[in-house]
């Protein structure tokens, strides 16, 4: 089909390439190519007689897929899986006692005291000495998905730099010195859209051991300037913290540097961590809140929202209980990023305003950050072959910059339609979009 309509409109290389995204994406999206061409010929825009002219035509074809909400569907069969943290705490811990699953550690480390408690804590039937972490998280999955997420993990020591500064699809929340760092790589959760899954072949959890060497690169930084940084863009925290106890750890580290500021970005539904933490008003727990039908469909293994609600509040709860203080801002974000697109968004993400309104006493919310689903071209091509079937992956983005979005008209209209439901009902919010 792709050789057949490149042929029809005199492609150029660089035209048979976008044909083939396109064809790829309705195939993944259950859309009927055929029907598409004939409403080009209905519009006498194909056969074409040049180039020139073929260009138009494809323009038209990207047009009629790009801007129709069925682009995305929500009613394609999924395969369910248990979560293995958030509603679960124990999750991970039990599974690991299963047989086939393995623990990787590097040498280097195997005698370290954090590798052995945690290596005690999980019980892995099978304990495997490695070179180097990259050595596994670059041999992939054979099913080409996160079939390797809940079966295995990895032990490694973090070396080179330690901190970055923030990406551009990254919302700084007016910082100027905004900063984020990885003592995890890869995620428990399996959500569709996720960068990860384009960085390396593997979605195997890799825990660096050496938080303390990020401790100290932090704190080189605080002598110049305050730091905000962000922990947990490349894993979720909150699922780990049975594991780790980083959470933990973290909300010690800063509670002892004035200067700095850091946010836990997570969608774990867990309420029995809050008596474990000390509390830190610079300690941001930002909380990603989605439909449920998103949820189901795009964010597998991750609680769904009344969860997600309910352990937001039991933080709210706890935290004014443990610091009563009299402030007004509790240390909560909502993060209503990355949006979706997909058939009635508006009512869909209406609804879930709703839920959040009514339950979630929003005058003690910090701020909201707002966002449509944005990616980097390098990963999105990397998932693009990966996972061919997703037709969230394969849908014809917009490239601008060096990152694939939704066409701007897509973007603004469903960032503008949250940040107004927030603003509407919550006066003076603090509303962060990515721009």
């Known amino acids: 089909m792709v050789d057949y309509f490149s042929k029809e409109i005199h492609a150029s290389v660089a035209m048979e390439n976008r044909i083939r995204q396109l064809f790829l994406y309705a195939d993944a999206a259950g859309r009927d190519i055929p029907d598409y061409m004939e409403k080009l010929r209905n519009e006498g825009l194909i056969p074409c007689r040049d180039k020139r002219a073929g260009k138009a035509a494809l323009d038209r074809l ?28 124990e999750g991970f811990a039990k599974k690991s006692k299963n047989s086939g699953m393995h ?31 990259k050595d596994i998280l670059a041999r992939g999955s054979s099913e080409g998905c996160a079939e390797t997420t809940g ?28 900063y984020y760092t990885s003592c995890v790589m890869n995620c428990l959760y399996d959500c569709e859209y996720c960068y990860l899954k384009g960085m390396y072949p593997s979605d195997v959890p890799v825990v660096f051991i050496n938080l303390d060497d990020i401790f100290k690169e932090v704190e080189s930084l605080l002598e110049s300037f305050p730091v905000h940084l962000c922990v947990s863009y490349d894993t979720d925290l ?60 795009y964010e597998k293994c991750t609680p769904d929202l009344e969860h997600r609600i309910s352990a937001i509040v039991s933080g709210m709860e706890s935290y004014a209980s443990a610091v009563n203080d009299g402030s ?5 974000r909502l993060c209503f990023d990355p949006m979706i ?58 490239v601008v910059a060096g990152y694939y979005q939704y066409p701007e008209k897509i973007a603004d209209e469903m960032e503008c339609y949250m940040e107004e439901l927030i ?3 919550v006066p003076g919010a603090k509303v962060f979009r990515w721009k």
Not at 152 to 176: H, I, W
Not at 266 to 282: G, N, P, S, Y
Not at 328 to 332: G, L, R, S
């Open 423 to 425: 603003s509407e009902s």
């Open 151 to 178: 079966k295995s993990m990895v032990l490694a020591n973090k070396t080179g730099r330690l901190l970055y500064e923030g990406a551009p699809v990254c919302q700084d929340f007016g910082n100027s010195h905004f």
């Open 238 to 297: 909150m699922a780990l913290e049975d594991i780790t106890g980083y959470v933990r750890r973290w909300c010690e580290f800063t509670k002892l540097h004035k200067d700095l500021t850091v946010e836990i970005r997570t969608k774990c539904a867990r309420t029995d961590l809050w008596k474990d933490i000390e509390w830190c008003d610079r300690v941001i727990f930002a909380y990603t809140l989605s439909p449920d039908d998103i949820i189901k469909r």
């Open 341 to 398: 697109y997909v058939k009635d968004w508006r009512e869909m993400y209406h609804d879930m305003w709703e839920r959040v309104m009514n339950e979630i006493d929003l005058m003690h919310i910090r701020d909201y950050s707002v966002g449509s689903f944005r990616i980097s071209d390098s990963y999105l091509k990397n998932m693009r072959v990966r996972f061919s079937g997703s037709a969230l992956v394969q849908y014809p983005y917009d």
């Open 103 to 133: 623990l990787y550690i590097e040498e280097d480390i195997k005698d370290n005291a954090d590798v052995k408690r945690i290596t005690e804590r999980l019980n892995f039937p099978e304990l495997i000495y490695i070179r180097h972490y």
């Open 62 to 89: 990207c047009e009629l897929m790009q801007f129709d909400p069925e682009d995305v569907r929500i009613d394609q069969p999924r395969e369910s899986r248990e979560v293995l943290a958030g509603n679960d705490p």
């Open 328 to 332: 007004e801002a509790y240390p909560f």
